[in-house]
């Protein structure tokens, strides 16, 4: 069963920039199209960014369209996100996520995806 272990997450000020990582136990993650979600208190969990299998899709939530950068290096089985030009409505926990099973596409549901990190917190300070 894969585990996905997010870090990266922190305090930053508006107009900062931090960087997510989210580290695969196994190697049959390359094979699976990955996602990043959040979800601040007292809101349901959001889609954030999803990337295909091999890397050459990518697909934003309108609300972090070019702020984020969603990317994976496979060699390392690590599925990364950029976060530039943080506001402080992006204050949440993160959570990453593997779509369980090899397949093309891209996939903004919560409900396609079967392995989930534990999450980590990114509060931005205005």
């Known amino acids: 069963q894969v585990q996905l272990v997010e870090s990266g997450g922190g305090v930053v000020q508006a107009g900062g920039s931090l960087r997510l990582s989210c580290a695969a136990s196994?190697?049959?993650?390359?094979?699976?199209?990955m996602g990043w979600f959040r979800q601040a208190p007292g809101k349901e969990r959001e889609f954030i960014a999803t990337i295909n299998w091999t890397g050459s899709a990518t697909l934003y939530a309108d609300s972090v369209k070019g702020r984020f950068t969603i990317s994976r290096d496979n060699a390392k089985s690590t599925v990364y996100l950029q976060m530039n030009s943080l506001k402080p409505e992006d204050t949440a926990v993160y959570y990453c996520?593997?779509?369980?099973?090899?397949?093309?596409?891209?996939?903004?549901?919560?409900?396609?995806?079967?392995?989930w990190g534990q999450g980590t917190q990114v509060t931005v300070s205005s």
């Open positions: 996520a593997a779509v369980g099973v090899s397949q093309w596409g891209l996939f903004e549901d919560a409900a396609r995806y079967d392995y």
């Open positions: 196994e190697r049959t993650f390359n094979y699976y199209p």
